[in-house]
């Protein structure tokens, strides 16, 4: 069975964040646009998805992070 679409009330109270952020969020890209259907200016998203991509970008800043202070090291 296909998971639900939630609102976007929803995403920000999984997150812990305000719906302005998560406004941001989709403005910068942040939540990929196969995460949620737009109709009008309604969103809905599929949350584990979101949760899944926003996840997958925090790890990858991470490790971009420990790269560069890898780098640094050897200065």
Do not use: C
Request: charged fraction near 25%; hydrophobic fraction near 45%.
């Amino acid at each position: 069975m296909a998971e639900p679409f939630v609102p976007i009330e929803g995403v920000a109270k999984h997150f812990a964040v305000s719906i302005s952020t998560i406004r941001a969020w989709l403005r910068q890209g942040h939540i990929p646009k196969n995460t949620y259907v737009k109709i009008g200016n309604t969103y809905r998203f599929k949350l584990p998805a979101v949760v899944e991509a926003l996840t997958a970008e925090a790890l990858t800043k991470e490790t971009q992070l420990e790269f560069d202070l890898e780098a640094d090291k050897d200065v």
